[in-house]
């Protein structure tokens, strides 16, 4: 789960957001109602919190150890960790390659679970030497698909990892699904056939354009409502941008979702 990773927002980073404009062009010729639904909900929290700057990150290769750290830990663990190993020159896969498991886990042991995110930064930074002659940037010219299966393929790369690298440092259009993002969409009366993260992320990427900056800044936004307002307890439905468009606020009885949830597919 992903938190506080936003940068300061200023109104200068507002007016020079073109996207939304041109997705809302978009939608009236080609998209169908859930895209349009879809986008209206981005436009109405894109409104609230503006442009967020995912990921902060100043490299790919910070990117991928960040996506790796941030693994069921709160964003500020891993802010020290990134520094830790940045003052140690240890700030790369090459880095990584080069220092033992042991000395590894000291740098990262804010993250919780430090002893298996360390051997899951080894597998990745020996699978990099092993197929990519150590290269991260070779990795990620591979096309979309078949980088998500090989992402998928490498020790302590799940789901939502993998999607992050696609969309964050492949700059590919994979939709992130997280916990936040089935919370608030489940509240907002939107129900799966099933509840697994391939058909959530399968419906994303059906009704939305196929944009990465436009998916880089939904996960985002997504991720500043479920860690602010749309918490696992007593959401802060008064003050939410989405309180409109949602099912959970409206219901009578504000504690159960709908019984008649828009069909997803
Ligand atoms: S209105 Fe309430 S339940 Fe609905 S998305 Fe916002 S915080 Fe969550």
Known sequence: MFHNRARVVNQRDLLELPLQV?????????????????????????????????????????????????????????????????????????????????????????????????????????????????????????????????LLNIYGIGRETADDILLYAAHQPSFVIDTYTVRIFERLGYSPPRNEYEFWRSWFMKHLPAEPRLFNQYHALLDRLGHHLCTTHNPRCSICPLQSLCTFAISPKNGSVSSSPHALF
């Open 22 to 150: 041109q997705l809302v062009d978009k939608t009236s010729s080609d998209c169908n109602q859930t895209g349009t639904q879809l986008l209206a909900i981005y436009s109405s929290l894109q409104e609230s919190f503006g442009d967020l700057h995912w990921w902060p990150a100043d490299t790919d290769e910070e990117m991928v150890i960040g996506s790796i750290l941030v693994q069921n830990v709160a964003w500020k663990n891993v802010v020290q960790a990134i520094e830790l190993l940045r003052d140690q020159g240890r700030l790369s896969f090459r880095g990584i390659f080069e220092t033992s498991q042991e000395e590894l886990e000291k740098s990262i042991r804010s993250t919780r679970f430090y002893r298996t995110k360390a051997k899951k930064l080894k597998a990745f930074a020996t699978y990099l030497n092993d197929r990519h002659d150590g290269s991260l940037k070779n990795l990620l010219s591979i096309p979309m698909h078949p980088l998500r299966i090989e």
